[in-house]
């Protein structure tokens, strides 16, 4: 959907181009060099802390204070993690992507417009 709704372009755009324009091809390269590693390295996290405690109940047991285990601690920092994960991606996409996405649009809407 178009930022300006008087710049309505979506019939006088060939999406199918633009989605093969080097410019949209750049945007989807940023997006994926931050997407794929956080994606990757959040499951081999969240796989390491189920198999932590399927099958090393004796390490997740260790009492780090109070009543509070390890597994405990763990599970907690896996709340803590996406909460970061998800700060770390608003902070890149207003960076990195936003820009790059307004130029797109403004550009579509700007050829849109007769």
């Known amino acids: 959907m178009s930022a300006n709704p008087e710049h309505d372009v979506t019939g006088d755009v060939d999406f199918v181009a633009e989605s093969q324009s ?8 940023t997006h994926r060099s931050f997407v794929f590693p956080m994606a990757i390295f959040f499951l081999v996290w969240y796989f390491a802390y189920v198999l932590l405690a399927d099958y090393f109940h004796d390490f997740m047991s260790i009492k780090v204070f109070g009543n509070v285990n390890l597994g405990i601690l763990l599970g907690l920092l896996q709340f803590v993690s996406t909460f970061a994960i998800t700060a770390a991606y608003v902070s890149f996409s ?11 649009r403004e550009r579509l809407e700007n050829q849109g417009v007769k």
């Open 94 to 104: 207003n960076k990195k992507l936003d820009p790059k996405a307004t130029r797109i």
């Open 22 to 29: 080097e410019e949209f091809q750049e945007l989807r390269k």
